[in-house]
């Protein structure tokens, strides 16, 4: 709305598809040789407040990870993260 404050919703769920933690660390390790590849990535994120519901309820923070693997070929290369 004009002329209002802005809002923050970092660290709430607002439904079921809007969460907005806050990012509390994040690292990456990322390696090579030859046409190999490899990186692994993680992220600490904060708790949040179900705010959107009649019943109020705090989610614990978490910690997510990715990893990823790659090769090079002559001209196309393939990477699989999970």
Request: zero cysteines.
């Amino acid at each position: 709305m004009p002329g209002s404050d802005p809002v923050s919703y970092l660290g709430k769920v607002r439904d079921f598809m809007a969460v907005y933690p806050k990012l509390k660390a994040s690292a990456n390790l990322q390696w090579s040789l030859d046409r190999w590849s490899a990186s692994v990535g993680t992220n600490g994120l904060s708790g949040v407040e179900n705010t959107g519901s009649t019943v109020k309820r705090r989610l614990g923070a978490y910690i997510s990870t990715e990893l990823s693997l790659g090769y090079q070929f002559d001209r196309v290369g393939i990477t699989r993260s999970g």
